[in-house]
């Protein structure tokens, strides 16, 4: 995203004025070409809107954080998903890795080019630690975006950048030298503007690699197959759709139909959170949202972790089971179902209560 003050503050303005005038009410103007409705944004609202960072790092704010630090953060808030050392779970694809001492001294991802290598993770693409500062600070942590503080951003991002060889144990990225590491990102030579998806002067200039003209004579011949999966072989080692990450490009066939058939597998055809969290009593279902609980659960759907219903019918006929649900609320933890680890959580002592009984009901509809 480009920075662009003007354009922001006439967004702001006119919501502004959207406001003022639903409430019958208009402050004196600053524009001309509306008299008497909106005002100009101010310096703080206008700021509060564009925390956008370049490539060239202007928007970055002031701040820094060490591995260190961005360790315990790491732990305490984005491993369960990420992984303890970003090679993430069985739903997120890995963030570290696939990267050498090689791609840091040349700026290029020799793996990239590599066909048999199984997948792309988060530092053998990113060119610009801007899109990955930019990125944590927007969007992390799922279930709680834009609550890291600035400098745990730094230290997030450093520990990242330490977990792939980039920077050493004691680093410190701050606001004054990340332009200096960014000289050491595995990718940062990898990108292109050739393309002409970015318009502009300085941008590529190219022709556009996409013209979209219908081919009426010497078309090319439609391609032919080299390779399939023979029927014999077809879910030989089970539904191939259910051994696949839901997040990224990886995509196994459902084996368990016939070839071109619609997947049947609920987790390719429903990953809707809130469609499986929705058919939730209304009161469960705010506590669960409120606290976090429906980014990694479903009611009936698994996501990162168990369906509520699936816990249920796990340790149904547990005459402790409220009890024992409170305490692994509480406690967090991994390994009663899979890897996953779920952190501790903070509700309240009735929230913790209402939450568990449900559950231990069945967690009914």
Known sequence: MSRCPRALQRVVTLGVALVLTGAGWAAPSQNDRYPGIGRAATPAEITAW????????????????????????WESKCSTCHGVFGESNEVFTPIVGGTTKQDIETGHVARLNDRAFPARTTLMKVS??????????????????????????????AYILNMGGILPDDFELSDRNIAEVQKRL??????????????????????????????????????KLTSFLPDFARNAHGNLSEQNRLVGAQR???????????PASPAIRELSVE?????????????????????????????VGPAFKDVAAKHAGRDDLVTYLKSKIRAGGSGVWGTVTMPAQTLSEDDVASIARWIADGAKN
Request: hydrophobic content about 35%; overall charge positive; some cysteine.
């Open 186 to 223: 595995p990718n940062r030579n990898g990108t292109t503007t050739q393309h002409a998806l970015w318009p502009g002067k300085g941008l590529g200039g190219a022709k556009p690699d996409v013209q979209a003209k219908p081919c009426m004579t010497d078309c090319t011949a439609e391609p």
């Open 50 to 73: 564009d925390i956008d960072v370049r490539p060239d790092f202007k928007g970055l704010p002031k701040g820094s954080g060490t591995v260190a630090k961005g360790q315990d953060v």
């Open 275 to 303: 469609a499986s969290a929705a058919r939730a009593a209304p009161a469960e279902l705010e506590l669960l949202r409120k606290n976090g609980c429906v980014a990694c659960h479903g009611v009936d759907q698994r996501i």
């Open 252 to 262: 196994g066939a459902d084996t368990s139909r016939p070839p071109g058939a619609v």
């Open 128 to 157: 610009s630690i801007s899109t990955l500062w930019d990125y944590i600070r927007r969007a992390m942590p799922w279930n709680a975006p834009k609550s890291l503080s600035v400098d745990e951003v730094y230290a997030v991002t």
